[in-house]
């Protein structure tokens, strides 16, 4: 992947999580650990593999609440990419489709907006008539 870029949502398909077999095993505990660990895996492109820091930002308190953590990091696997951290199979996948559409996205952009030229050379924003307020230019 090349520069990640933080994202403020991550999509969410009910119907995945609600059939698929890792919420099975789980207690609506680790449910809310696992969702709350998929939000900051998408939005910090994984997390981090230390449990004190995981227990922080959770705010886990018990003991329970510390072992339903470990249940919920066996969802998760090595970072492809960052020492340390884990990832989310799930989550990979929808972050490099979201960088391959952004890549097409700009590529597409950049050949409409500089049309053979240089960027530096993009033109400039075209005046929009409904805003001049010093007669009519038209």
Not at 35 to 50: A, F, K, R, S, T
Not at 63 to 80: G, I, N, R, W, Y
Request: proline share 6%; glycine share 6%; net charge neutral.
């Amino acid at each position: 992947m090349t520069e990640f870029k933080p994202k403020a949502y991550f999509p969410f398909w009910f119907r995945d999580y609600v059939t698929s077999n890792a919420r099975a095993k789980m207690t609506w505990q680790q449910r809310a650990i696992y969702i709350e660990l998929l939000g900051h895996c998408h939005m910090d492109n994984g997390i981090p593999n230390d449990r004190r820091v995981l227990i922080g930002k959770l705010g886990l308190a018990t003991d329970p609440e510390k072992a339903d953590l470990e249940t919920v990091l066996a969802e998760f696997e090595a970072h492809d990419e960052k020492d340390g951290w884990l990832m989310h199979p799930r989550t990979r996948t929808v972050l490099e489709e979201q960088q391959a559409v952004a890549s097409r996205g700009k590529a597409g952009a950049d050949r409409r907006w500089n049309n053979g030229t240089a960027p530096s050379a993009k033109p400039t924003k075209a005046k929009n008539p409904a805003a001049n307020t010093e007669g009519d230019d038209w």
